[in-house]
């Protein structure tokens, strides 16, 4: 096109110049583009028919410039487009008319004709603004661009917040992991990774850490508290190391704490916590899952010779998937019926000797590897079998029963379920250990994509640099959201754990709703928010080198251990539904209606019609009106699942097959109970936050955790007409200016987090 005579003779046809290197350099032109250009050059009388013929034949489809016309179009067009900037509105018209005056074109190019030839740009698409920056070799800035980290808060006392009185413990143990002894290992073999990770357990043994929770005459250091924060620590290094770990200290060695007597503590306890004596927690059977009550192991006494007969009377009732017990395992706590003179007194639970030192199963034990498993394969999880194994007498945990010396049954509690439920719940601790260890890993996951998002960068606007992917509205809505919900559950889980240590006999059912719901919420967000971080990181989160893979893998089992999820939040819909201890079936639902009901009444307030369509960012920020949104939601969904009981029993449905008929709404009632209760610790935890930093960019990340809530159950909100449309959008459009603004601060908010890099380990952040 440059070589043409014709442009030497009419330099005013350098103005086609920048249309036509767009078309070629990004466009397709599509047949319909094609005939409104050619009509729209034929328009141009200042042309000669031999001109408007040389420019139509440049848009032949079949005989496109070569790649080096097309830079020579570019390099011509340059000698005037690096004096064009984005802010003097300069279109490809512009640029052309002063390519033209460039070569000092003669002929006028009059206004109507730029107009006509500006449609030529609008058929383009080509928005003005945008023209410059074709050609401009000069750096672009932009919004997006410019977004950067910073920190307006300063990262230790954030962290000294997160950590409360136990970041000694915390330290101490991330210390401990930063040791060369515990590089993480790159093997496929599942004997060599089981050894490595009993290995570990045995160097934290040795610092006292195992025995952390156990009495200090007995060789522990008396913290229950410090006992989880180990948990929640040893979570940033290896999963399997943290299960093996909370199998053998917390279930084998607390089971014989809180279910044994003296005569257990002084005999088990101190090799425990040494692990000297490696150990299980012999429950889930393999056709009873969840409903330990129904296991069918048993445990029948022989009164002759002082003997409990440990026997597994089908394949459905050995012991399945227990930790410890295809290799490591030496004696169990093993949840059986006790059977006296023929008469079934319950489950009560039992120490049976698996195998000696040297590894040789005691006769009538018979073992199975469950082998490789989708994670945790640190983990010797195994299948037990019992064949009349017997055990003395003395080997019954009797806290809450045991057998006489006439051998009758005894018991503190005369209930049997009460009796139940109250030897359940003394083991509660592990549903609080467990959403600890899973915040944990949400914590690494979101730690290595936000680091990675903050400096991976990818794609930006034309002759700039590329824009990091962290700069992104839709990457900033996939993390910042999760980053509020790992904030919100620190808060709610150490809530949670002081509540379970201080606990009263009063408390404990609150306690044990409160911990099945929080594990509950706790682990599907882990799982979710590792699915995310790993989508985030692209290619590289699929790399087992950046530690992901574990992650996910690892974790995914939460969802399902210590009690599927599911049915756990059906617990906590139980419980909130009656004050009283009492199984399900015995409940007044007359009572419960108007309990609930009571507490169901909405203030004129709430209902107002201008403050359903309230828009008003102070008052969506306003923590009153989170709320209160919070809670109507509980109140009604609580009041609701009343109904639909009462309404089934009315009808004299059994009280089971009405539970099931309203499973899926006690579902929701825990979700919005446990929703209600996070956000009420982050509240305060914002109110009581002395340093103003960070009580600033906590409140931001509290206000993107209530508001992201809301936004999820905003379906239910409109339905119930509590909000309009137009303040649910508004929401929308709240929660993507916080999580621009959270974003900026989202680096320094994971280093709070304090994760050590030889726990992180992954080469995309380093």
């Known amino acids: 096109m440059l070589s043409s005579p014709l442009l030497t003779n009419n330099p005013s046809l350098y103005v086609f110049l920048p249309i036509y290197y767009a078309v070629w350099c990004d466009a397709v032109l599509t047949p319909s583009e094609i005939k409104t250009i050619q009509q729209l050059v034929d328009k141009q009388e200042w042309l000669s028919e031999e001109e408007k013929t040389f420019l139509l034949s440049q848009l032949n489809p079949a005989t496109p410039p070569a790649p080096d016309e097309l830079k020579s179009w570019l390099e011509e067009i340059q000698k005037v487009a690096d004096q064009a900037s984005a802010d003097k509105k300069h279109g490809l018209v512009d640029i052309g008319l002063q390519l033209a005056a460039l070569h000092e074109a ?36 932009t919004i997006t661009d410019q977004q950067e980290t910073k920190a307006s808060f300063d990262v230790n006392t954030m962290a000294a917040l997160l950590d409360g009185d136990q970041a000694d413990i915390l330290n101490k143990v991330k210390t401990i992991l930063s040791d060369p002894a515990f590089e993480y290992i790159d093997t496929d073999n599942l004997k060599e990774r089981r050894e490595k990770v009993l290995e570990w357990c045995h160097l934290l043994a040795q610092q006292g850490f195992g025995a952390m929770a156990f009495p200090k005459e007995y060789g522990g250091g008396g913290s229950m508290a410090n006992y989880f924060s180990i948990m929640e620590a040893l979570s940033y290094h290896d999963l399997s190391l943290v299960i093996k770990f909370g199998v053998q200290f917390g279930l084998w060695g607390m089971s014989v704490y809180f279910l044994g007597t003296e005569k257990h503590h002084k005999k088990y306890i101190k090799d425990i ?45 050995r012991k399945e998937y227990i ?22 007194y319950g489950v009560s639970a039992f120490v049976v000797p698996l195998r000696n030192k040297q590894g040789i199963l005691h006769p009538g034990v018979t073992i199975k590897d469950c082998g490789r498993k989708m994670g945790l394969n640190g983990v010797d999880n195994g299948v037990i079998y019992f064949d009349n194994v017997r055990v003395p007498k003395d080997e019954m945990l009797d806290r809450f029963a045991g057998v006489d010396e006439d051998g009758k049954f005894t018991s503190p509690i005369a209930s049997d379920n009460r009796r139940f439920f109250t030897m359940l719940g003394t083991l509660v601790g592990g549903r609080i250990g467990i959403p600890r260890s899973g915040n944990s890993a949400s914590k690494s996951g979101l730690t290595i994509a936000i680091k990675y998002g903050d400096q991976r960068r990818q794609f930006g606007p034309e002759h700039a640099p590329e824009v990091p992917i962290l700069n992104y509205r839709t990457h900033q809505r996939r993390l910042m959201p999760l980053l509020a919900n790992v904030y919100a559950l620190h808060f709610s889980l150490k809530y949670l754990t002081d509540r ?80 009283f201890k009492q199984e399900f079936s015995n409940i007044d639902f007359f009572g419960i209606l108007n309990y609930v009901g009571s507490q169901a009444k909405t203030s004129i307030k709430e209902m107002n019609p201008l403050t359903i369509r309230n828009t008003d960012e102070d008052h969506l920020l306003d923590p009153e009106f989170q709320l209160s949104a919070f809670r109507y939601r509980e109140r009604d969904i609580l009041t609701s699942a009343a109904r639909r009981l ?90 993507n200016k916080l999580c621009w603004e959270i974003r900026q601060e989202a680096v320094p908010l994971v280093d709070a987090f304090k994760i050590p890099e030889s726990c992180l380990s992954a080469p995309i952040i380093k």
């Open 273 to 317: 916590g040494t692990l000297e004596l490696p150990g299980c927690f012999a429950m889930t059977e393999t056709g009873h899952g969840s409903n330990v009550k129904g296991i069918l192991t048993t445990a029948t006494y022989d009164h002759e010779d002082q003997t409990f007969v440990i026997h597994t009377p089908c394949e459905e009732a």
């Open 106 to 141: 003669k002929k006028e190019i009059n206004k109507e004709a730029q107009q006509s030839l500006r449609e030529i740009e609008s058929v383009l698409g080509v928005i003005s603004s945008e023209s410059a920056f074709i050609f401009n070799a000069a750096q672009r800035k």
């Open 500 to 579: 379970f240590i201080n606990r009263s006999e009063e408390d404990m059912q609150e306690i044990e709703a409160l911990a099945a719901g929080m594990k509950s919420f706790a682990t599907w967000n882990t799982t979710h928010t590792l699915q995310e971080c790993r989508e985030a990181c692209g290619g590289k989160g699929y790399l087992t080198e950046n530690r992901i893979d574990d992650l996910k893998n690892d974790s995914d089992i939460y969802t399902t251990f210590e009690g599927d999820n599911t049915v756990l939040m059906q617990l906590v819909a139980k419980s909130r539904l009656t004050e």
């Open 323 to 344: 930790g410890n017990a295809a290799l490591h395992g030496q004696a169990a706590t093993v949840f059986a019926k006790l059977i006296i003179n023929g008469i079934d």
């Open 646 to 735: 009462k309404k089934h029993l009315d009808s004299g449905m059994d009280s089971f097959d009405a539970f099931n008929q309203t499973q899926y709404h006690l579902v929701n009632v825990g979700h919005a109970y446990i929703e209600r209760i996070i956000l009420e610790q982050f509240i305060a935890q914002v109110e009581r936050t002395q340093d103003k930093a960070c009580k600033a960019v906590l409140k931001k990340l509290c206000d993107l955790f209530a508001l992201s809530q809301i936004e999820k159950n905003k379906g239910w909100y409109l339905e119930h007409d509590y909000m309009a449309g137009a303040k649910t959008k508004a929401i929308r459009k709240l929660i």
